[in-house]
């Protein structure tokens, strides 16, 4: 099904903040909608986050397939999977998205939900369907030590991610979601494109300041030339 735009913005931030992160990990790779299947006798089963964190990175053969099997050699589940809360189906994006990750052996997934349009009662795994599980912009999903998939955290956020090292913070009025080192979020991961504008900025800035540094010394050059001179004609 094809992408809102607001859906498409709002996964094309995550990748992108995402991505510059990588830069600096250890065999770090991230995808956008690519299919995790991890049932060999099941083939066609699977799930389609929309943003995966891989570790250790895809084999290079990865790059023409829209999907991967993680029983092939080289092929891993992603250590972390995102999914924004989709406009036409956000019971699956609250419920059946879950599942998946725990029968894929995702260790940790983070839902986001920038309109709050998820379901207005959800059954919770293990717990009753109650009015109070009502729509959240963020959830974090983590396996326990017992093999177990659970919600760890539904709110607001800030939210830490072990995965990440960092946490997922909400940002203009709740719309985009974004990652920083610190829980105050003051701290924000850039995007490439955000850290060359900043580096353009200061470039610019830099230049407009020794413009003005240079203008100055040759008014002030100016104006000694004109004391000089008046001195001159009076003696």
Same mark, same amino acid.
């Given at each position: 099904?094809?992408?809102?735009?607001?859906?498409?913005?709002?996964?094309?931030?995550?990748?992108?903040?995402?991505?510059?992160?990588?830069?600096?990990?250890?065999?770090?790779?991230?995808?956008?909608?690519?299919?995790?299947?991890?049932?060999?006798?099941?083939?066609?089963?699977?799930?389609? /986050?929309?943003?995966? $964190?891989?570790?250790? &990175?895809?084999?290079?053969? %990865?790059?023409?397939? *829209?999907?991967?099997?993680?029983?092939? /050699?080289?092929?891993? $589940?992603?250590?972390? &999977?995102?999914?924004?809360? %989709?406009?036409?189906? *956000?019971?699956?994006?609250?419920?059946?998205?879950?599942?998946?990750?725990?029968?894929?052996?995702?260790?940790?997934?983070?839902?986001?939900?920038?309109?709050?349009?998820?379901?207005?009662?959800?059954?919770?795994?293990?717990?009753?369907?109650?009015?109070?599980?009502?729509?959240?912009?963020?959830?974090?999903?983590?396996?326990?030590?017992?093999?177990?998939?659970?919600?760890?955290?539904?709110?607001?956020?800030?939210?830490?991610?072990?995965?990440?090292?960092?946490?997922?913070?909400?940002?203009?009025?709740?719309?985009?979601?974004?990652?920083?080192?610190?829980?105050?979020?003051?701290?924000?991961?850039?995007?490439?494109?955000?850290?060359?504008?900043?580096?353009?900025?200061?470039?610019?800035?830099?230049?407009?300041?020794?413009?003005?540094?240079?203008?100055?010394?040759?008014?002030?050059?100016?104006?000694?030339?004109?004391?000089?001179?008046?001195?001159?004609?009076?003696?």
């Amino acid at each position: 099904m094809p992408e809102s735009p607001d859906h498409a913005k709002a996964i094309n931030l995550i990748e992108a903040i995402l991505a510059w992160w990588a830069r600096s990990q250890p065999s770090t790779q991230v995808e956008r909608n690519i299919g995790i299947r991890w049932d060999e006798a099941h083939p066609t089963v699977g799930v389609d /986050p929309d943003v995966s $964190v891989f570790r250790p &990175a895809l084999p290079p053969d %990865s790059s023409h397939k *829209s999907s991967i099997h993680s029983w092939e /050699p080289g092929y891993t $589940v992603p250590i972390l &999977a995102i999914e924004v809360v %989709s406009r036409t189906n *956000s019971r699956k994006d609250y419920d059946v998205v879950p599942k998946k990750c725990e029968s894929a052996g995702i260790p940790e997934l983070c839902i986001f939900d920038p309109y709050l349009i998820g379901p207005r009662r959800t059954r919770l795994r293990n717990g009753p369907t109650s009015d109070e599980h009502r729509p959240h912009r963020l959830q974090l999903w983590r396996h326990d030590a017992n093999g177990g998939f659970n919600r760890v955290y539904a709110g607001n956020g800030p939210v830490y991610s072990p995965t990440l090292n960092g946490y997922f913070v909400v940002v203009d009025e709740g719309l985009k979601l974004r990652s920083s080192d610190d829980e105050a979020g003051l701290q924000w991961w850039p995007t490439s494109e955000e850290v060359r504008c900043e580096s353009e900025a200061i470039e610019r800035a830099e230049k407009v300041a020794e413009r003005k540094a240079k203008e100055a010394a040759l008014a002030r050059i100016a104006e000694l030339e004109a004391q000089l001179a008046k001195a001159t004609q009076k003696t």
